[in-house]
């Protein structure tokens, strides 16, 4: 058994109060695994004096996380505070110093994974981040080594928990999207501010993080066209499922249909409910990837929560130990290959419209032809109701996103048509 490796933890919180529980209940096979002990050598907190969710030997804890993770004596520094600084400046300091870093810190392998990439090349070092997307769900590992060697034309998937307890509350019991939300915050789910669940910004960053593996590009959360789920309403969810459809926030990455770009977004979409992905409930997370050769894969499981999340740190903990011990380094991501991400208006989808309108002769021509202008192809259409309270519920084929915005822009012009009732996306059955 060699010497120990020396870790030092930065935050305590959710996450990290389970990671040094793992390290304590599970230290000899740990080291059994890994061939050496682990020791923790300290604990970076923003206040000294809380209470904590495991027990933490006080002689380890400091506020001071920049003397901590340049210590010569660390070997492996794990981040979980979260936020884009001071996380960023301790996690590059630690890995041009030849430290291993194990994050999973998404919004900041999101916003700028390219230095913390050159950092470890520099340094020498590794960079996991297995716990940044889909907490306790191995994805990245698959897409980064096991698939690697394939072609991944799709990624599509519920990242997000929050939006999808939510979204499955309105869809299953009815209820309102604020009322939904305070269950979901009861429960520990959402912050108490959610804005980064329900606007789409954490599924963001994570689409991007996916899809700079899938593709072995660069992709900033930036690049990613984002919607949330703020504006549905439990109308909305009603009509979706009156129609066979469940109401679920996507992300999706993929490859253009000449190969040459790809489209990443995340935004609110119909999908069958006869799609695997309908039946993800509550705060689950799922995602399927696409190869060309491997086919079809779905991933599934817990994608938040303070265990869950520290069990993907735990394995890359060991992942990273077993490196340092045979002096290698882990896969090398700062030199991609460039597939430019296309914007929304090049992506091909398709889309769900239900317009209020007068029950008279024209009036569905009117609408056709505005579509045909726009070289949108109609799939479906159906009328509800009559008389002066009728709908038009239209389904298209697929269409670039450019086209199908200038036709529901049209739509809010035609005289015959008094509103668009609503518009959404519709994914997984063509
Ligand atoms: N919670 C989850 O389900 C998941 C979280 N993640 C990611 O894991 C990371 C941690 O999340 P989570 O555990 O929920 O966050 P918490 O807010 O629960 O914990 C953050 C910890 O960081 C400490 N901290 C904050 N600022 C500093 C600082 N400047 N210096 C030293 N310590 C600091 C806090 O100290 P103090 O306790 O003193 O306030 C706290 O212990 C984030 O990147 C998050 O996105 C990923 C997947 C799922
Ligand atoms: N807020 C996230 C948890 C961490 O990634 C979610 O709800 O999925």
Known sequence: MSKPLKVAL????????????????????????????????????????????????????????????????????????????PARTLITAALSRGKSVVTANKALLGEDGATLHEAARTGHGDLYFEASVAGAIPLLRPLRESLVGDHVNRVLGIVNGTTNYILDKMDSTGASFTDALEEAQTLGYAEADPTADVEGFDAAAKAAILAGHAFHS??????????????ITATDVASAKEMGYVIKLLAICARSDD????????????????????????????????????????????????????????????????????????????????????????????????????????????????FAKHDVSIQTVRQEGHGDDAQLVIVTHRATDADLTATMEGLRELDVVRAVASVMRVEGDE
């Open 10 to 85: 930065l935050g305590c919180g959710v996450v990290g109060s389970q990671v040094i529980r793992l390290i304590h209940e599970q230290g000899a096979d740990l080291a059994a695994r890994i061939g050496a002990p682990l020791e923790l050598a300290g604990v970076a907190v923003r206040r000294l004096g809380r209470k904590r969710d495991v027990e933490v030997d006080p002689a380890l804890l400091t506020t001071d996380a920049e003397s901590l993770v340049t210590r010569d004596d660390i070997d492996i520094v794990i981040e979980v505070i979260g936020g884009i600084e």
């Open 218 to 231: 660069r992709v900033t959360a930036e690049q990613v066209h984002r919607e949330g789920i703020t504006e």
């Open 259 to 370: 190969g040459r770009s790809i489209g990443v977004r995340v935004h609110p979409a119909m999908i069958p409910r006869t799609h695997p992905l309908a039946g993800v409930r509550e705060a689950y997370n799922a995602v399927f990837v696409e190869a060309e050769s491997a086919g079809e894969l779905m991933f599934y499981g817990k994608g938040a929560g303070g265990a869950p999340t520290a069990s993907a740190v735990l394995g890359d903990l060991v992942a990273v130990a077993r490196n340092r011990l045979a002096g290698t380094r882990g896969p090398d991501e700062s030199t991609y290959a460039s597939l430019k991400v296309h914007p929304i208006g090049e992506t091909v989808t398709r889309c769900h419209v239900a317009l209020d309108v007068a029950d008279k002769p024209g009036v569905l021509a009117t609408v056709a032809e505005l």
